[in-house]
Nanobody, 127 residues
């Protein structure tokens, strides 16, 4: 049974940092590209960052470029999202997802292309 579980969310002041972690089980982690998405109440889920199977390719939403960094450790079946200089508008539920069909070395940014999802972790940025 495939499980994807996020952790590390919480309450942080604007300008602060958080590191989200995502651990997967029940799958061959190294053949999946991984992504982070976020969703605010009443809005569609939006792409945040993605990383290719081997970690050689990354992509970011324009809104987080230069502030967020995605990384992965295939030995630990984990992917991480380091979030710095957090803004009020970063407040959302953050989801980790696995993409089986991305080509080697590639990443995709559309939520429907990801096959496995975690339950999400809340990130709240306060002023």
């Amino acid at each position: 049974q495939v499980q994807v579980a996020e952790s590390g969310g919480g309450l942080v002041q604007a300008g602060g940092s958080l590191r989200l972690s995502c651990e997967a089980s029940g799958l061959t982690f190294s053949v999946y590209a991984m992504g982070w998405f976020r969703q605010e109440p009443g809005k569609e889920r939006e792409f945040v960052a993605a990383i290719s199977r081997g970690g050689d390719t990354t992509d970011y939403a324009d809104s987080v470029k230069g502030r967020f960094t995605i990384s992965r450790d295939n030995a630990k079946k984990s992917v991480y999202l380091q979030m710095n200089s957090l803004k009020l508008e970063d407040t959302a539920v953050y989801y980790c997802a696995a993409d089986f069909f991305a080509r080697n070395g590639a990443v995709r940014t559309t939520a429907r292309e990801y096959v496995y999802w975690g339950q999400g972790t809340q990130v709240t940025v306060s002023s």
